[in-house]
């Protein structure tokens, strides 16, 4: 018997809006900062700190108020804490690659470390949104100067203005070392955000 | 073309959010090589308090809040009926009037101050979850038309690969046939009513059944 009919497949439970009123409540710090592990204590990941940064927008060019977002993302070497790379010895103690934010105005900023290039593509973070009014959406977001953005087997499947809608600009490095990354998604309209299909794909 | 193969999102009838927020584009498809790349895992720290499975008072010697307590109990699997054990189901409802106690819910319906309406709950070692709350209120969310939200409780699941926001509502509720959402899911929309099932627990009026399934394919992708 082919594998598939082996499998008990249950009908899901449909995706549903966030509605606007996410708890603030259940929001947890060390999800919104993957450079420490914690603020008290003096342990944290590999990698060049970054900031990335920017406005969630609507059709209309404003601010979508109340979008809470999830982040993954590689480590400084390019590994994954999933099931893949399981005992990998460039995993970092120090980092799980998992972030969650919800912003009150629908501006973000998301203090991380650069992802590093996993094997064939070029660095990048995978966004998730859930907002109210729709379900989830999901893209991934790459970085400005980066060779790798030329051959990244996800972005060669874009056209040139779809694939800068992707790229994350480099703005500046503070003081500190952190270098800061500015990218506005659009969730619908001209300027749209490519969204990608990983729900039946 | 590779692109045309996504869903086409569809945007929730009356709903000024829906229309302003829904992406107008057909979801792009991924190329297998990089598909892997799409799955989040979920780290299993999640945060949540003892008390936290009964929303029906703010601590277990305060009062109950107003309304009628009920009971949400099931499992919670995903689409190859693997019992997800140890999985963080976030919860949130509005109070008997219909209100959320969020710093940004400026409906000005009343608060209850023996409601504070967030929960968290972990499933057990077969996959279960149960937790208690007040039924919650109805409310006008369009004023200028008349369209009201149906009863309905927020759950937000996150188990590894599995990834789940949705609601759970109520059946043989009125206002479930104008709801956005709701039409938009058609005939699956049964599968998201909590089912009505007898209790004798005195301490809560009704119990529902709703057994929750994770879709898609991140929640079996390592299987």
Redesign the interface.
């Known amino acids: 018997m082919p594998k598939k009919q082996q499998?008990?497949?249950?009908?899901?439970?449909?995706?549903?809006?966030?509605?606007?009123?996410?708890?603030?409540?259940?929001s947890?710090e060390s999800y919104e900062d993957l450079t420490q592990i914690h603020s008290g204590v003096v342990a944290g990941p590999k990698g060049q700190h970054i900031i990335l940064r920017g406005r969630v927008l609507?059709?209309?060019g404003?601010l979508?108020?109340?979008v809470l977002l999830?982040f993954?993302q590689?480590n400084a070497k390019g590994i994954?804490?999933?099931?893949?790379f399981e005992d990998h010895p460039d995993l970092d103690p120090w980092f799980?690659?998992?972030g969650r934010l919800r912003s009150?105005t629908g501006e973000y900023s998301f203090r991380t470390i650069l992802p590093g290039a996993?094997p064939?593509?070029a660095p990048?973070i995978?966004v998730?949104i859930?907002?109210?009014?729709?379900?989830?959406?999901?893209t991934?977001i790459f970085f400005a100067n980066q060779k790798a953005n030329k051959t990244d087997?996800?972005l060669t499947?874009?056209d040139d203005e779809d694939r800068e809608r992707l790229i994350a600009r480099f703005d500046e490095s503070s003081s500190d070392g952190t270098d800061f990354y500015t990218l506005d998604i659009v969730?619908?309209?001209d300027q749209?955000?490519?969204?990608?299909?990983?729900?039946?794909? | 073309m590779?692109?045309s193969?996504?869903?086409k999102?569809a945007i929730?009838e009356t709903?000024?959010?829906?229309?302003?927020?829904?992406?107008?584009?057909r979801?792009?498809?991924?190329?297998n090589?990089?598909?892997?790349?799409?799955?989040?895992?979920?780290?299993a720290r999640a945060?949540h308090r003892q008390n936290e499975w009964d929303l029906t008072r703010i601590a277990p010697n305060r009062p109950r809040a107003e309304g009628s307590p009920i009971e949400v109990k099931g499992t919670l699997?995903?689409?190859?009926?693997t019992l997800l054990r140890g999985a963080l189901i976030?919860i949130?409802n509005a109070n008997h009037h219909g209100r959320?106690r969020?710093?940004?819910?400026n409906s000005g319906l009343k608060i209850d101050e023996n409601f504070l309406g967030?929960g968290?709950v972990i499933t057990d070692e077969c996959g279960s979850y149960c937790f208690r709350t007040i039924s919650p209120g109805a409310y006008l969310a369009r004023p200028d038309i008349g369209r009201w939200r149906p009863k309905h409780i927020?759950l937000?699941i996150s188990c590894g690969?599995s990834?789940?926001?949705?609601?759970m509502y109520f059946p043989d509720e009125p206002n479930n046939a104008s709801d956005p959402?709701a039409i938009l899911?058609g005939d699956?929309?049964d599968?998201?009513l909590g089912q009505l099932f007898e209790t004798k627990d005195v301490e809560i009026d009704q119990s529902y059944e709703f057994n929750?399934?994770?879709?898609?394919?991140?929640a079996t992708f390592?299987e």
């Not at chain 1, 499998?7 to 259940?26: A, C, H, M, V």
């Not at chain 1, 859930?130 to 999901?138: A, E, H, P, Q």
């Not at chain 1, 749209?192 to 729900?199: G, I, K, L, R, V």
């Not at chain 2, 929750?212 to 991140?218: D, E, P, R, S």
């Open positions: 499998r008990n497949i249950l009908l899901p439970t449909n995706e549903d809006t966030t509605g606007p009123y996410f708890p603030i409540y259940f947890d609507d059709r209309n404003n979508a108020n109340g999830e993954w590689a994954y804490r999933n099931p893949s799980d690659g998992y009150t996993s064939g593509r990048n995978t998730t859930f907002s109210d009014g729709i379900n989830r959406i999901v991934q087997p996800l499947t874009l969730m619908a309209g749209e955000t490519p969204f990608f299909e990983d729900f039946l794909s | 590779m692109n193969m996504g869903r999102l929730g709903d000024n959010t829906s229309d302003q927020r829904t992406p107008r584009k979801l792009r498809s991924i190329p090589t990089v598909r892997e790349s799409f799955v989040p895992v979920v780290p945060i699997r995903n689409e190859n009926g976030e949130w959320y969020h710093v940004e819910d967030m968290r927020h937000s690969t990834r789940l926001v949705t609601q959402m899911m699956s929309f599968r998201n929750i399934v994770v879709g898609g394919k991140n390592f």
